[in-house]
């Protein structure tokens, strides 16, 4: 039904950028909320940033004044701006969209990506 598909992933040194991309294509009704999660190895997923349809964001304290997430709402998509990326940066970062299908509009579901890897070098 909601297809999630995430790119820009890569190696990147310490102080250096990359920009991650999320697209959502579908059955989508409408898109309440986009976000970006990581995950570690031995580590739980946690939220890096999330965008609602109004334009709020928020931000993990981790990554506050170095990351921006934005939005095209017309593309259903979904961008990460990564900036002063630090070795601790590294992940698999994972886009979230909160979304209503047609084939059901009154429930907002949970769509994830497959997951794109960002590994900083000190």
């Known amino acids: 039904q909601v297809q999630v598909v995430e790119s820009g992933g890569g190696l990147v040194q310490a102080g250096g950028s990359l920009r991650l991309s999320c697209a959502a294509s579908g059955s989508i009704s409408s898109i309440n909320a986009m976000g970006w999660y990581r995950q570690a190895p031995g580590k739980r997923r946690e939220l890096v940033a999330a965008i609602i349809s109004g334009g709020s964001t928020n931000y993990a304290d981790s990554v506050k004044g170095r990351f921006t997430i934005s939005r095209n709402n017309a593309k259903n998509t979904v961008y990460l701006q990564m900036n002063s990326l630090k070795p601790e940066d590294t992940a698999v970062y994972y886009c979230?969209?909160?979304?209503?299908?047609?084939?059901?509009?009154?429930?907002?579901?949970?769509?994830w990506g497959q997951g794109t890897q960002v590994t900083v070098s000190s």
């Open positions: 979230n969209c909160r979304v209503r299908t047609f084939q059901a509009m009154a429930v907002i579901k949970d769509y």
